[in-house]
Structures are given as C-alpha cells and as structure tokens.
C-alpha cells in the first residue's frame, strides 16, 4: 500500500473516531461523509481505493463518498459547508483554504499532524496548510504541471541543490530552443 494512502487511511480513521466522539451523529449508525472534487480519472481512483481499504478495515462506519467536478464543487462548497457539512472536505491550500478558515468553517487539525508525526513526514506542505500557526488541512494531491515535456526531451528537472530560477530559467532556454518562443508564467 503506498504512503500517501496509508497516511489518508491513518487521517481517515482518526478524524472520524474524533467526529463521532463527539457525538456529532444523532444514531448509533455511523456515517462518515466526504465531498470531493477529485473527479479526474487517476485522483479519483485514487481515492476511492483509499476509501475501500478504509472500509475494509472499518466496516462499522457507513463512508458516503460524493464527487462533484470541479467547476461545480467551487461554488457547492460554500453552501454544503454552512447548511450539511461533511466530515471531510477537498479544497486549495493558502489563501484559498484561509477563506473558509476565517468563516470558521474549517477545523484546526494541529494535534493530528503533531501526533501521527506529520510535520516531519509532510514538511514541505505544513506552510500551505497552515493559518496563524494551526493547520487546518491535510494534502492529498499535487500537479507537476507541464513536467512532461521537460522530461521527454532528457532535460533534469528537480535539483534542489540550487535556487529555483536558476534551474528553471535554462530549462526554458533548452525548450525554447526545441519549440520556439515559449509563453511562460509563474504562479502560487
């Protein structure tokens, strides 16, 4: 099982234990809900093998997986959060997920990362999740966009022994050099 499903399941399992401790569920019936924008192919794959071998090992627990695509998920969001919210929710890290903490509608999920050792396992992301010092998220997913073309032109991509600019700028003077002028932007 890879580490980033182990690590969901871990998430998954503790979030939900927590949930209904809490006594958050009206029934003895335990229903764990989770709205996803992972409607690509490959993410949601991916989680709906991480849900399957949560179920498998939680049977007691009703897990009540809805996908949204993404265009309708950034409006659907804003009303499943203040009218029934789920358990879990996918959302942009940053600024973006700021947003929602500000409205109070994201939990502070700090004593998760401190003691299921997140902080050193996920390092690079805890900046991204975090909001006056509390994280309020977990990462799921990332997107190397536009990594294929380097790499199918033999062209090294992660070096991390040297500032960002000065690997990015001859790659894009090695591509330029394939494919002509190159429009190019940076982004957060």
């Excluded at 997986?65 to 789920?86: C, G, M, Q, V, W």
């Excluded at 003691?115 to 390092?123: K, P, Q, T, V, W």
């Amino acid at each position: 099982m890879s580490k980033r499903i182990s690590i969901i399941m871990i998430c998954l399992c503790i979030v939900s234990t927590s949930i209904f401790a809490n006594g958050q569920q009206e029934s003895d019936e335990k229903v764990l809900v989770i709205n996803s924008n992972q409607s690509d192919p490959a993410p949601k794959e991916g989680l709906a093998e991480a849900v399957e071998l949560f179920k498998a090992e939680n049977p007691d627990i009703d897990v009540q997986l809805n996908t949204f695509d993404h265009e309708s998920y950034k409006t659907s969001i804003r009303n499943f959060l203040t009218t029934e919210a789920p358990d879990i929710c996918f959302w942009f890290a940053g600024n973006r997920m700021k947003f929602f903490v500000d409205q109070k509608m994201f939990m502070d999920v700090s004593d998760l990362w401190k003691e299921e050792g997140l902080y050193d396992a996920m390092s690079s992301s805890v900046k991204a999740m975090s909001v006056n010092d509390k994280v309020y998220g977990l990462p799921w997913s990332y997107y190397q966009w536009g990594v294929s073309p380097f790499l199918k032109h033999g062209m090294s991509l992660w070096q991390t022994t040297i500032p960002w600019w000065q690997m990015v700028l001859p790659l894009l003077q090695s591509a330029q050099s394939i494919c002509g002028p190159l429009p190019a932007g940076l982004t957060t």
